[in-house]
């Protein structure tokens, strides 16, 4: 698993997880802290709805969504931290390579 | 129709209006948008079923801008987008003269708020044909959403006529033209075409007046207005928010609610 | 109200006058009790000893036929058996790879649909009806006795307070009784010991026993057929230790409530007692 | 194109134990841009950073990726490194191999890639980074402290002398704390308000410390150095400045049988009361609760009695907005009650009793004044069962941790005890002894050898009365397990520790991170035990995990000198780590087109509205502009405008791109 840190959940645009996919990951884990506990007061709220309208677009254009994991994860839980990334890669690793997906970037020019 | 190419004759004899901005019969039966600059050039405006572009698309173009106040024979779509475009600051209340055309009635609007009472007045109903559709790619499993859109998609080669065919896309330097970085491949290959559309699609999330034009612009006959409007649509049923409803801007995306409910997040 | 029943072995045994004076109480109270078909043993105290997938493939293949049977909720008035059904029915829930290895043990699928409840949940939820029932008040002073499976462990059966449970005392409150304020609700009687080791019960349920009358209390009320049989069977035991001759009756949470909605006591099983319920006919029973 | 330096550290054993560093150096160096890639054992030590300046001078470098820990730890230290060799300090990205990577991974060809990934991904954000430079921030000198405890009051005793200004908010009607509830104080057994009074009449008369008791803090908004704080006063239904304090209308209110929070319920109060007598402010409160005019508009006798007449039945709440700079938490803990204890009979036994109540029983000023006499029936107990980890250490009460001060004062009340009780037998039930403060052993040595107070080390697995006795059962784990009973007249719980009511609610207010347990998270551990993550906030005492009196004393200096220095400068400097909207040349000014949709998103209202002006004074169109002194740097807006037109520095779109696209 391969990490980009970022100030804020507030800060992730829903466009860097589509690159992750263009750069062909086969699974993204889209973290930060609890609500009521950012650190900036609302960014993880903003990041909240954007979530929900992007899992749902992601969903209606047929996009894996086992494939993304959203979790708010604080900088205190270490153990869950680690507990939720073995998960998900397990999970990830169990649906195998995201061949769908790879096609559509196999067929572009990069 | 005498009704509102009279109200136009006046507005524009007595100066008050630059220009009167309808529709126009196109070739065959298609209606294309027709700017009265004379009185003379009024007799050419028609008001049918035919006429469904949103012409609020052309309100915030530079060259109308400076053209001074116009008159927009505005269906509901085009109302709606204008209520909006002014909530999101890019039309002056009061900078139009709204001819508000409601199956048949007219009433002209001149200030937002009016415009905001006056839409209040009928709910916006989604028509029967893309509530259908919606409700077959609703029904698809994730399997065949994909299939379905790769073949759809595969057709794109990047026009951009939905986009600029739609009022609530005027922004002068639009991401997709952005190169520094370059979120968006440009090429229409597989890639290109999907992320493409799926950003469309996230930035009229909330902001998506329902015209349906998009869809209609598209050369290649892509049902693209399902992606925004379902969108749309999501949005209001997640937060109860709608665009083109209020004028002061009550955009989903950037207001949050602490207790938003959702059941994805772990 | 309709539920499912599964008397388990002590109520047709040792215990007959449980089940006697539950299903005599129920009836009066319109309840209709369905007794699950061909039911087995739950396993007791000694499956789970000798064989961990034994122990809970006996109670998965009760809870299995309850299903078939169409019984959504199940009431096991001994607290072993509610004990077992409910440890069972956790432990597949919690591993769930255990599943397939049960169902093919016992035959028939198992979804674990079943609710399990004890004799305590069903009066409490007819509470209301008892005390408009009660036509002859209990009016005695009684030492409520949960015993341990009734209450432990907490996050299993998951049951009023595991410490100082309170659902017994309200319901003989309800039929005119007082319950006195006794700290030994949940001390051991001596449970199993009842056959290999009469002494140490002798001493456990001794103490029960004398701290119970010295707080007042006209009779014990326990809802657990092991209990009973350790304060009632053994009391000979229990009067030699503790060098005194104590006549209390033990009596089961059904047989008060019976005697309060006016059932006949031989109805009620109260002759089976070996300490007579010696104030059963002062207690206002029409004869 | 770009001359990046990379630098890997060993960090000790650290990564080294499972990422071949060596290798990892080599593989950077055919990386397109690094021109110098090198390991060291230690790059934070002296040495490490001086290699890595002389590389900056030698090599030319333009740019710095550090490869070792956690930016969290040693970002500063580099980039003020990097920034002595003369090159901009952000143009010096660290790449955490230890956390993302050498820690979580087995030593292995993977693990060494990965980290060669890490740096990869590094290197291509620095080939994106531009020199940024401190944003400078005006500082409002004056501090605000949270809590009126021993801790609060030492914290601002400290800032007054260091010559600010301190804002000191405490919620109940007098500072003072627990420690004014305390009888006396181990390990030196001085009375607890004879050292306490004094500082805090100290506090009450410093020209620099204002007092708001009978307050809370109800709205923090702004951030370091620019706080604005709205208080809200609660009205005490007197006029302060008129009240002289005399206590008449305490003396003749008919109202007596209410039950005293100071007392811990053992005494009873008026309905107009001072919590105790050496209180400061020396002011009374009306419990509008209780007070019988508030409940059925009669009785006014102390609106009657009053020489200045000074009482207000219809005063109000105030809300009080103050500019603050920097903010101490000082909020203290409460003890668990014994209602939480079923074993122990759900609190309805009256002789069980909390450590607090057995201080109030001790105490000259306590409801017996200072008399052993047993709160049920007022006899002198002649027995007392002492129970240490009571709820303290028992994952059931959810409590796993230790509370770390029962100990001492489990052993202080038993020799109080024996001191006024000499015929009384004492028993302590603990499991170990925890006294690891200076005299502190000693001084639990004294209470069992003097004092022949007798320590069994076992727990009480149930405690039941009978016949007006406590009959505490227990086991003797030193001699074999053997079950041990005691007829007690009166026990004594060392209740847990656990975090004040409603500091989860005020963390949230002030936007500070909290354990699992509610105790405010400090910054770090060992480094930064007085700082929170949020800065300009600072901690002191038992609000951050339980602390005993010295401690809390220690950090509150502590807390105080980090103020102190935080004010000792006009301006502060603020990581550059901001937002900016793009402007470019005429005529098109910014891409930003005005929509002001960002302006919802920014929860520090950091957005304005710029109107860009022709010659003639027209306004040709209205552009956002981010303050750079209110913007925290969380991206929000960024990640919300559609047409990019708002970028984060440090972490701008195209760095963020790069990183993704070389993952």
């Excluded at chain 2, 379905?148 to 939905?162: F, G």
């Excluded at chain 4, 627990?178 to 308000?193: A, G, I, K, V, W």
């Excluded at chain 4, 009306?286 to 005019?293: F, S, W």
Aim: hydrophobic share 40%; glycine share 8%.
């Amino acid at each position: 698993m391969r990490v980009l840190r970022v100030p804020c959940t507030g800060r992730i645009d829903y466009m860097m997880v589509l690159k992750a996919l263009h750069k062909g990951a086969d699974g993204v884990i889209v973290s930060g802290c609890h609500p009521n506990d950012c650190h900036y007061t609302s960014g993880n709220y903003h990041a909240r709805r954007r979530w929900m309208v992007f899992k749902k677009m992601m969903e209606v254009m047929g996009v894996d969504m086992r494939r993304i994991t959203f979790s708010w994860v604080s900088a205190a839980e270490g153990a869950r931290w680690a507990q939720l990334v073995n998960e998900v890669t397990d999970q990830v690793r169990a649906l195998g390579p995201y061949t769908e997906f790879r096609q559509v970037i196999g067929a572009g020019i990069e | 129709m005498e009704a509102v190419i009279q109200r136009a004759k006046e507005l524009l004899e007595q100066g008050e209006v630059k220009a009167v901005l309808g529709y126009a019969k196109g070739t065959g039966s298609a209606r294309r948008p027709h700017f009265a600059r004379q009185a003379g050039q009024l007799d050419k405006l028609v008001m049918d079923e035919a006429c469904v572009q949103n012409l609020a698309v052309y309100v915030t173009k530079h060259e109308v801008k400076k053209l001074g106040k116009v008159a927009v024979v505005a269906l509901p779509v085009t109302q709606r987008a204008i209520l909006q475009l002014m909530a999101e600051r890019q039309l002056r209340d009061g900078s139009l003269a709204i001819l508000a055309v409601d199956d048949g009635a007219v009433k002209e609007l001149d200030s937002a708020s009016a415009l905001e009472e006056h839409l209040a007045l009928k709910a916006q109903v989604l028509n029967a044909k893309d509530k259908a559709s919606l409700a077959d790619l609703e029904a698809m499993d994730q399997g065949q959403r994909w299939a379905y859109w790769q073949k759809e998609l595969s057709r794109c080669m990047k026009c951009y006529a939905c986009r600029n065919t739609c009022p609530m896309c005027y922004c002068d330097h639009c991401t997709m033209d952005c190169n520094r970085p370059q979120w968006v491949p440009v090429a229409s290959h597989g890639i290109g075409n999907l992320e493409y559309h799926m950003v469309r699609t996230m930035h009229l999330a909330g902001r998506c007046v329902e015209c349906g034009d998009c869809g209609r612009a598209c050369p290649v006959g892509i049902p693209v207005h399902l992606l925004t409007i379902g969108a749309e649509e999501t949005v209001h049923e997640l937060f109860g928010q709608r665009a083109g409803h209020k004028a002061k801007l009550d955009y989903a995306l950037s207001t949050f609610k602490t207790d938003d409910k959702e059941s994805f997040i772990r | 109200m309709r539920i499912g029943y599964y008397p388990g072995c002590s109520l047709l045994g040792s215990s007959r006058e449980f089940d006697e004076s539950a299903r005599a109480v129920l009836k009066a109270l319109g309840v209709e009790l369905v007794e699950v078909p061909d039911w087995n043993c739950c396993g007791a105290s000694s499956a789970h000893i000798l064989n961990h997938e034994l122990s809970i493939a006996l109670p998965a293949r009760i809870l299995a036929l309850a299903e078939q049977a169409g019984i959504s909720e199940i009431l096991a008035p001994c607290a072993a058996c509610s004990n077992r059904l409910l440890s069972a029915q956790q432990e597949l829930e919690k591993h769930p790879e255990l599943l397939p290895g049960i169902e093919k043990a016992i035959g028939m699928p198992y979804k674990g649909s079943v609710k399990i409840v004890n004799i305590l949940e069903v009066l409490d939820r007819l509470k209301v009806l008892i005390s408009v029932l009660t036509t002859a008040p209990f009016r005695k002073k009684v030492a409520s006795y949960y015993g341990c499976l009734l209450v432990r462990p907490p996050r299993v059966v998951n049951f009023d307070r595991p410490e100082d449970p309170q659902s017994m005392d309200l319901l003989l409150k309800a039929v005119g009784a007082t319950p006195v304020e006794w700290p030994f609700k949940t001390e051991c009687c001596g449970a199993a010991f009842s056959v290999t080791r009469t002494d140490i019960v002798a001493k456990l349920s001794g103490k029960l026993v004398q701290d119970a009358v010295k707080r007042g209390a006209d009779a014990i009320v326990v809802a657990c057929p092991m209990c009973h049989s350790n304060l009632d069977l053994r009391r000979a035991e229990i009067n030699e230790y503790l060098q005194k001759e104590y006549a209390v009756p033990a009596m089961f949470i059904t047989q008060v409530v019976g005697l309060a909605l006016g059932l006949d006591p031989k109805a009620l099983g109260l002759h089976r007692h070996l300490v007579p319920v010696a104030f059963a006919e002062t207690a206002g029973v029409q004869s | 194109m770009s001359r990046i330096g990379v630098f890997t550290c060993h960090c000790g054993e650290n990564i080294g134990a499972t990422v071949d560093c060596v290798k990892v150096a080599e593989m950077c160096k055919d990386i397109p841009g690094v021109v110098h890639s090198v390991e060291y054992k230690y790059m934070c030590s002296d040495p490490g950073q001086r290699q890595m300046q002389e590389a900056i001078k030698e090599h030319k470098l333009d740019g710095v990726v550090v490869a070792a820990c956690s930016p969290r730890m040693h970002e500063p230290t580099f980039r003020r490194a990097a920034g002595d060799a003369g090159i901009n300090p952000y143009m010096c990205e660290m790449a955490n191999l230890r956390e993302h990577c050498s820690w979580v991974h087995e030593k292995g060809e993977a693990t060494t890639q990965k980290a060669a990934d890490l740096i990869r991904v590094l290197v291509e954000k620095v080939k994106h980074n531009e020199p940024l430079h401190p944003i400078k921030v005006p500082v409002t000198r004056t501090a605000m402290v949270i809590g009126g405890g021993v801790g609060g009051i030492q914290v601002a005793l400290d800032i007054a002398n260091g010559g600010h200004k301190v804002v000191l908010v405490e919620k109940s009607p007098s500072i003072g704390g627990h420690m004014s509830q305390l009888s006396e104080t181990f390990p030196t057994l001085d009375c607890s308000q004879c050292i306490l009074t004094p500082r805090m009449v100290e506090a009450a008369q410093h020209p620099n410390i204002t007092l708001m008791t009978y307050s809370e803090v109800e709205k923090v908004d702004g951030f370091i150095g620019n706080f604005k704080v709205t208080v809200r006063k609660k009205a005490r239904k007197l006029d302060e400045h008129l009240c002289t304090g005399c206590g008449l209308c305490i003396q003749k209110c008919p109202n007596k049988k209410i039950s005293d929070e100071f007392n811990e319920g053992l005494g009873t109060r008026t309905a107009i009361y001072v919590p105790f007598p050496q209180a400061v402010p020396n002011k009374p409160v009306i419990d509008t609760l209780n007070c019988t005019y508030y409940k059925t508009g009669k009785c006014k006798v102390c609106e009657k009695m009053c020489p200045t007449n000074a009482i207000r039945f219809d005063q109000e709440d105030e809300l009080v907005t103050l500019d603050i700079g920097a903010i101490v938490l000082a909020t203290g803990f409460k003890l668990m009650k014994t209602d939480a204890f079923p074993e122990y009979g759900y609190g309805k036994h009256k002789d069980i009793i909390d450590g607090m109540q057995f201080e109030r029983l001790a105490s000259a000023s306590g409801p017996t004044s200072g008399v052993m006499k047993r709160p049920s029936d007022g006899r002198s107990p002649e027995t007392v069962v002492f129970i240490a980890c009571s709820g303290s250490r028992d994952r059931a009460k959810g409590v796993p941790y230790c509370s770390k001060i029962c100990c001492m004062y489990t052993a202080k009340h038993a020799m109080l005890y024996k001191h006024k009780v000499h015929s009384g037998k004492a028993y302590v039930f603990y499991m170990d002894i925890r006294a690891a403060g200076k005299d502190y052993d000693e001084f639990v040595r004294r209470a069992i050898e003097e004092d022949e107070v007798k320590y069994i080390r076992g727990r009480v697995s149930k405690i039941y009365e009978e016949d007006g006795k406590l009959i505490v059962m227990g086991a003797d784990t030193l001699m074999g397990g053997e079950p041990v009973v005691i007829k007690a007249d009166m026990v004594v719980l060392a209740t847990a520790v656990q975090s004040n009511d409603r500091s989860e609610e005020l963390a949230q207010t002030l936007h500070v991170s909290y354990d699992s347990y509610g105790f405010f998270a400090e910054a770090h551990p060992k480094l930064r035990p007085v700082e929170t993550n949020t800065a300009g906030i600072f901690l002191a005492g038992a609000c951050q995990a339980p602390r005993d009196i010295p401690e809390t004393v220690a950090q509150a200096s502590g807390a105080a000198a980090k103020v102190v220095g935080l004010f000792s400068n006009e301006e502060l400097t603020r990581e550059p780590i901001v937002a900016v909207v793009n402007r470019q040349a005429a005529p098109v000014y910014s891409t930003c087109v005005g929509c002001f949709i960002c302006q919802g998103a920014c929860p520090y209202q950091a957005i304005e509205q710029e109107e860009i002006m022709a010659r003639s004074g027209e306004v040709i169109m209205t552009l956002a502009r981010i303050n750079p002194g209110l913007c925290q740097g969380c991206g929000t807006c960024v990640a919300t405008c559609r047409t990019k037109a708002i970028d984060l520095q440090g972490f701008s779109n195209e760095q963020l791109y790069a990183e993704l696209m070389t993952l």
